[in-house]
């Protein structure tokens, strides 16, 4: 068996009130005057107030204007404001914006440094001062509260950062269905096609192993039995179900990356701010192909979880557009409204210098990537 490594050192703590043991979980890690991230949705939602009820943390700085697609920006005012009121740990409520910008606050923190863009491309950094750090997802899909990725968006440059590093990561993560079950169908959908490419790329990138792909495929039973279930509505054990998939694809690709639709969707994302989640599931079906016209045992594995189906990518792609059109997701780039013809190469160029594009199980070219984009419009 060739080399690999898996590393995941949070602890997860999920199901019904699970927000209940986050005050414990913070007083053990020494978090006295924490600093609480959220974006103003969910203040507005009241849900920052209702988590605030939930745990009885108190004696919070927060800071809620994160905006959706994280920035670099935001990311070092952030870090400026944690020192300046004297914080010493961080609790993040929110979807992987959220997460991520949590995440590069406590890299600047613990590097002990002022401009996350100074570690652009620092792989290998040291542990650096310890900033103790919760995290409490909002959305079932980014699996961000246990991987050691961050994505933040540099607006100048209309591209998003790809930061790694495992002292990113959170000490803990509270996956409690009461902070996703008022997810509208269109967010619930999105955020769990994304659960579902991080699975699906995971187990077929070049570094996927046996742990990620026994994590791959635990999330992948419960994302294709479940996710059309919480599009319809909110149970309590469904949205359960959806975090602790999300999470567990999450952990999965943290160990062995992603691939193509990654690539092109983060480059889509910061081109023409094409939300996330949309780009994964409109993207999805067209790499798949690509990438099984190159290799046709690639995603024989995933057959057996459409049963009666005889072609994976045809199932997947039924499966993708079926959730899709249940919760009124664009299923082409040109539904979304956003997407720019005139800018194909500009978005191939940023694809192809993108991390994930690294361990894609196919090679594409820049001409590749334009000729998948212009027939997913």
Not at 197 to 209: F, L, M, P
Request: charged share 20%; proline share 6%.
């Amino acid at each position: 068996m060739r080399y690999f490594e898996f590393y995941n050192p949070v602890q997860i703590c999920a199901g019904d009130d699970a927000l209940g043991n986050l005050k414990y979980a913070a007083d053990s890690l020494g978090i006295r005057h924490p600093l609480l991230l959220t974006d103003e949705t969910l203040t507005k939602l009241g849900l920052a107030a209702k988590f605030l009820s939930l745990t009885g943390l108190s004696n919070c700085t927060s800071y809620d204007r994160v905006p959706a697609d994280s920035s670099v920006d935001t990311v070092n005012q952030i870090a400026k404001l944690y020192r300046d009121q004297g914080c010493d740990g961080i609790v993040a409520l929110g979807g992987g914006s959220v997460l991520d910008t949590a995440k590069g606050v406590k890299l600047l923190i613990g590097q002990r440094t002022d401009n996350i863009l100074g570690l652009m491309g620092c792989e290998n950094l040291p542990r650096g001062e310890r900033v103790p750090f919760i995290a409490v997802p909002t959305t079932a899909g980014t699996g961000s509260e246990c991987t050691p990725v961050a994505v933040i968006r540099h607006p100048d440059r209309s591209v998003k950062l790809e930061y790694i590093s495992p002292y990113m990561m959170p000490d803990a993560a509270f996956l409690d269905p009461r902070m996703t079950q008022s997810l509208p169908p269109r967010v619930t959908a999105a955020t769990g096609l994304d659960a579902l490419c991080h699975a699906i790329e995971a187990c077929t990138c070049d570094q996927h192993n046996p742990l990620s792909d026994a994590f791959v495929f635990a999330a992948m039973r419960i994302i294709v039995e479940k996710l059309p279930i919480a599009v319809g509505r909110n149970a309590s054990d469904v949205r359960t179900d959806m975090a602790v998939a999300a999470c567990m694809a999450g952990a999965a690709f943290g160990n062995s990356m992603v691939g193509a639709v990654h690539a092109i969707g983060h480059a889509l994302g910061g081109v023409c701010h094409i939300a996330h989640g949309e780009a994964m599931a409109i993207l999805m079906p067209h790499v798949m192909a690509f990438n099984r016209a190159r290799d046709r045992a690639l995603y024989a594995p995933l057959l057996p979880l459409f049963p009666g189906e005889e072609d994976p990518v045809e199932a997947v792609t039924r499966f993708v557009r079926g959730v899709s059109e249940a919760a009124g997701l664009p299923t082409r780039l040109r539904g979304t409204g956003k997407f720019d013809r005139s800018r194909v190469d500009e978005i191939a160029e940023k694809a192809l210098n993108d991390g994930a594009m690294i361990v894609n199980p196919a090679y594409l070219s820049k001409e590749d990537v334009a000729q998948l984009l212009l027939r997913a419009e």
